[in-house]
């Protein structure tokens, strides 16, 4: 390495470090637990050992009943039964109390034989059923968030099958989440180009104001800005109490404009649509008037003028502006949090969901994956399509 | 596009007479020159050398500024009661200093400013309500003003695409324009990919493939290093001489203007102090502006004290100077008299000229195929004098007083310009 690639690597370093530690590794961590869980595994390894010959339908044998009591005691003793159980739970609903009980009375069998003893306890333990479950729990990496997240379920026979219907969430929730974010980006991109091209071409004194204008909503907390919305869409706010007062809308059948997916678009439009004037801006500057002189001066109406001279070289500003808007739409969380009530929630606020309250942090790496692997395949699509680089030819 | 034809089909009758040729024929080639061209052979301006327009009468006022005026702020007019003449097929350049108002006469002729007030007429036509794509004028733009994402196949064919002509015409146009220009082949480049002098033949092309009976271009040559500006210059006249078309130039590069044009129109704060051939304009200003702008002078401001005739008496710092008098003066009037450097002779044969003198050399430097040598005479410091680098000029040196001449043609009397330096 010579002196001056030295130099760049030391001067980058804090900042690689950086990013690592608050970046890379988190992410990292969320991706390796959605296939990754050793909780049941490193608990029960014996019995899992067990049940590695056993055919799925038979008994499966004192041995494996002894080691199951015995390593339910000590999860129980080690304080880690609780979350053994609720890994279980996941897999097989009921499991949860079926694992926790037979821990508590196993205390008072000193010996066995086992099978009995757990019979006695719990008829469940007679079922197959109850030890595949444990079985598929036990596996350390597991595809089982990712079928999960994609309404998938892996059947008693090992084949994979969608849920029934009345248990579909997450891909419809993925597909609303993508429409309503193409959505928003068309609405910012509606909004936000006449902007631009007003700022794009005012005097330098009003441009400096208009862009002003634009950036002011970058320096008020997103908080604010949300609960503003609020303000103004709720059932008594005010735009509900204008539309009364010009007698569009009865007084008693006001529109509900927030806490449902009008207030999510509503707001995330208005939140994002900077990231969409910001960079169509400052392509639209980067065009000498002269462009749209010499397109008039050689017979081009406006119009025309427009499609065929400005339009094609605003399109990497609208390019990067839509993709920024989009990303930055799918994995929105705080303004559908606050505004979106019931049916305006994105996928976001499901992962912090099980992040948070369910807890199951696999299936929030697995959501967040996919969520990821979306962004990941349009800036590629975007970059093969849109061709960012050949659009910079000046 | 129907609609305007038919506009110019009516008012036909009163444009043929007043330049006397026949009204249809020439109704019908303007307006389809300018918005339906059909085949080139008989439409304006063809991009075959060999149909060359001879000019008719009745073509001296082509393109017509009547008392025009622009004010941006509406207190300061940027031109102020501008009249101006282009006859058809000439080759005008607008010459002045920037900020003088020699762009914005360009763009209210192209129709992208309007003038505060007077009239623009083209072909005897009022252009107050012609939009810029009705005019079917042809435009070089200061920074060429190429579609960068079109390649420059394209680009030519924007115009005739915008026209309705069909691809093939196009294509055989496109090609037809590249080689006026000398760039066969590249049509598929990009205009990033081409070198500024391309880029700026491509400008010229473009402007040129719809066959406009007039081009403008606003200092098309700013940008280019001085060998290729040269070898652009002599490419546009070229073309100009080729084609026939009128054609109206800007710079404020006094040597191009000089090398191009027919005329010359020395523009100053919104007003034209002198239009002429670049000759007459050289030899005989009649502004003493111009006299500063175009070539170098040497400026000797005096009183006159007498006149006789064509010859004035000029008091220089008490010297008497005979000069030709070419504004209007009187006796007493304060004057500025102009004398080419090249027109000065060093060391006469005594008695020579009538304006003889005594100066002293303060500086000699060789700048190749001259010399110039700056003396003080009658009182006034940095007067300047090229002596051609031929064989057997006379030396002189730094400190050395010698006698200087020069006749009274030569020294023109002009008005005492209150704005020079």
């Known amino acids: 390495m010579t002196r001056p690639a030295r130099r760049a690597a030391a001067l980058t370093l804090p900042l690689v470090a950086f990013t690592g530690v608050t970046f890379v590794i988190p992410l990292a961590t969320m991706l390796v637990r959605s296939v990754h869980d050793p909780v049941v595994a490193d608990a029960l390894p014996d019995t899992l050992d067990r049940l590695r010959g056993w055919d799925g339908q038979s008994d499966p044998g004192e041995a494996a009943y002894a080691a199951a009591a015995r390593e339910l005691l000590r999860a129980r003793e080690e304080r880690t039964l609780g979350r053994v159980a609720s890994r279980m739970n996941r897999v097989r609903s009921g499991l949860r109390s079926v694992v926790v009980r037979s821990a508590r009375r196993l205390q008072d069998f000193p010996d066995g034989p086992w099978r009995a003893v757990m019979l006695d306890i719990d008829d469940d333990w007679g079922d197959p059923a109850t030890w595949r479950a444990i079985r598929t729990a036990g596996d350390r990496f597991t595809a089982r968030h990712y079928l999960n997240a994609a309404d998938l379920q892996r059947l008693s026979d090992g084949s994979i099958a969608r849920q029934p219907p009345d248990q579909r969430i997450y891909l419809p929730l993925l597909w609303r989440t993508l429409t309503v974010s193409l959505g928003i980006t068309g609405l910012c991109l509606a909004l936000g180009y006449p902007i631009a091209y007003l700022i794009a071409h005012a005097p330098p004194g009003r441009a400096g104001f208009l862009l002003g204008l634009v950036l002011l909503p970058f320096w008020t907390s997103l908080l604010v800005r949300t609960t503003s919305w609020i303000v103004l869409l709720q059932t008594q706010g005010v735009v509900n109490d204008l539309l009364v007062a010009v007698g569009l809308v009865a007084d008693d059948g006001r529109i509900a404009l927030v806490y449902n997916m009008t207030g999510t678009v509503v707001a995330m439009t208005h939140v994002l649509l900077p990231f969409m004037v910001l960079p169509v801006y400052s392509i639209m500057r980067a065009i000498p008037p002269q462009q749209m002189r010499a397109a008039a001066s050689l017979g081009a109406g406006f119009p025309r003028a427009f499609l065929r001279v400005y339009w094609p070289q605003t399109l990497s500003g609208v390019g990067a502006g839509s993709l920024l808007v989009f990303i930055l739409a799918i994995g929105y969380y705080i303004t559908p949090a606050l505004v979106g009530g019931q049916s305006g929630q994105l996928i976001s606020n499901f992962i912090a969901y099980h992040m948070q309250t369910s807890l199951n942090w696999g299936l929030a790496g697995a959501l967040g994956g996919i969520l990821l692997a979306c962004v990941a395949v349009l800036y590629l699509l975007f970059d093969r399509v849109g061709g960012l680089e050949r659009m910079r030819l000046r | ?421």
């Open chain 2, 1 to 421: 596009m129907r609609a305007s034809r038919l506009a110019d089909r009516l008012i036909a009758p009163c444009l043929g007479d007043a330049r006397g040729e026949p009204a249809p024929a020439r109704a019908s080639r303007f307006a389809d020159s300018i918005i339906l061209p059909v085949p080139e052979s008989n439409t304006g301006v063809a991009l075959d050398p060999t149909s060359r327009r001879s000019p008719a009468a009745g073509d001296a006022e082509y393109v017509v500024f009547d008392r025009v005026s622009k004010s941006y702020d509406g207190r300061t007019r940027v031109v102020r009661e501008l009249d101006l003449q282009i006859a058809r097929g000439e080759f005008l350049t607008l010459l002045g200093p920037s900020g003088s108002g020699k762009t914005t006469c360009l763009m209210m002729l192209a129709g992208l400013e309007t003038p505060t007030s007077g009239v623009i007429r083209i072909a005897g036509r009022s252009m107050r309500h012609v939009p810029p794509r009705r005019r079917g004028i042809g435009m070089v733009f200061q920074h060429y003003a190429l579609f960068p994402h079109m390649t420059v196949g394209d680009n030519l064919a924007f115009p005739l695409e915008v026209r309705g002509l069909d691809p093939d015409d196009r294509r055989a146009r496109v090609r037809r324009a590249l080689e006026l220009v000398r760039l066969e082949g590249l049509e598929h480049r990009r205009p990033g990919q081409l070198s500024g002098g391309q880029q700026q033949r491509v400008a010229i092309a473009r402007a040129l493939v719809f066959e406009p009976d007039l081009v403008l271009m606003d200092e098309p040559l700013g940008a280019l290093d001085r060998l290729l500006r040269q070898e652009l210059q002599y490419e546009i006249r070229r073309i100009h001489r080729d084609l026939g078309v009128t054609m109206v130039y800007v710079t404020h590069d006094q040597h191009e203007a000089m090398v191009m044009s027919d005329r010359v129109a020395v523009v100053r704060a919104g007003a034209i102090e002198q239009i002429a051939p670049p000759a007459t304009l050289y030899e005989e200003p009649d502004r003493s502006f111009v006299a500063r702008f175009i070539g170098e002078n040497n400026r000797l401001p005096g009183r006159v004290t007498g006149v006789r005739g064509d010859i004035c008496d000029v008091d220089v710092s008490g010297r008497q100077v005979q000069a030709l008098r070419v504004v209007p003066c009187r006796t007493g009037d304060p004057v500025l008299l102009s004398i080419r450097p090249e027109r000065v002779s060093i060391a006469p044969a005594p008695g020579r000229y009538t304006n003889e003198f005594d100066a002293t050399v303060d500086d000699v430097t060789f700048v190749g195929d001259h010399l110039r040598v700056r003396v003080t005479v009658c009182g006034q410091p940095h007067f300047l004098i090229k002596i051609p680098n031929v064989v057997g000029h006379g030396a002189v040196l730094e400190g050395d007083r010698v006698r200087i001449g020069w006749t009274p043609a030569d020294s023109r009397v002009l008005d005492a310009d209150a704005d020079a330096p």
